[in-house]
């Protein structure tokens, strides 16, 4: 859905522990979903993508897992890294990922050595 | 490596001036790319929809005018910023399709005094 509010909610996990973000998204025709990694000063950056006929999809380190039911995305970072710190938003699109894209709100990962 | 170029990184310039960003798609055509707004600590917001060879698709509430769109080949979008004010200080980002996932530029930081 569209995002809202001036402050991002921080996540905060001890280096090696497993993170997981979480994200609510709002349009039942979005078949599309993918999480970026966003760092200070940079563009967002691709983590994973999931499409809504899979109910969850891994990576390297990370996994998502995606409820249609009560329209929940979340992102599991397994043994989180001091590198993994950073902003993590959740998109959803219509119509295959080629349409555009809406944000989430976005969480801040603050990993703790 | 990267796949979408923004240019320039950052502007500073004075109230009433008028500002373009380029978006570049590396090694592959984009006949679609996408225009964002990021205010610091909020998420991205979608501006425009860029359509090459013809007219971009603005969001609602985004002034067509004020923040032009121009889609003149396959790897190259512009974003002029007209007579920009302080209150069009932001950070400014575009993305390109290529195949699935969107990616997206680093980012113009605009700072208008």
């Known amino acids: 859905g569209e995002s809202v509010g001036l402050h991002l909610p921080t996540l905060s996990v001890q280096e090696g522990d497993n993170s997981i973000i979480n994200c609510a998204y709002s349009?039942?025709?979005?078949?599309?979903f993918i999480w970026y990694k966003q760092e200070s000063g940079k563009g967002p950056q691709f983590i994973i993508d999931?499409?809504?006929?899979?109910d969850k999809r891994q990576g390297q380190r990370v996994t998502v897992l995606l409820n249609k039911t009560v329209k929940h995305l979340s992102l599991q970072i397994a043994a989180t890294q001091p590198g993994d710190s950073a902003v993590y938003f959740c998109?959803?699109?219509?119509?295959?990922?080629?349409?555009?894209?809406?944000f989430g709100a976005g969480t801040r990962l603050a990993v703790h050595p | 490596g990267a796949v979408v170029s923004q240019h320039p990184s950052w502007v500073i310039c004075k109230s009433g001036t008028s500002v373009k960003i380029e978006c570049r798609s590396l090694?592959?055509?984009?006949?679609?790319m996408f225009w964002y707004r990021q205010f610091p600590k909020q998420s991205l917001m979608l501006m425009a929809t860029?359509?090459?060879?013809?007219?971009?698709?603005?969001e609602q509430g985004v002034e067509k005018d004020k923040f032009l769109i121009n889609h003149a080949s396959l790897t190259l979008s512009t974003l002029t910023v007209t007579s920009a004010h302080p209150e069009d200080s932001s950070f400014y980002i575009c993305?390109?399709?290529?195949?699935?996932?969107?990616?997206f530029g680093d980012g113009t930081r605009l700072s208008i005094l």
């Open positions: 090694d592959f055509q984009a006949t679609t």
């Open positions: 998109a959803e699109a219509a119509g295959g990922g080629y349409n555009k894209l809406i």
């Open positions: 993305s390109a399709n290529r195949g699935q996932p969107q990616h």
């Open positions: 860029s359509n090459e060879g013809s007219k971009a698709t603005y």
């Open positions: 999931i499409r809504s006929n899979m």
């Open positions: 349009n039942s025709a979005s078949d599309y």
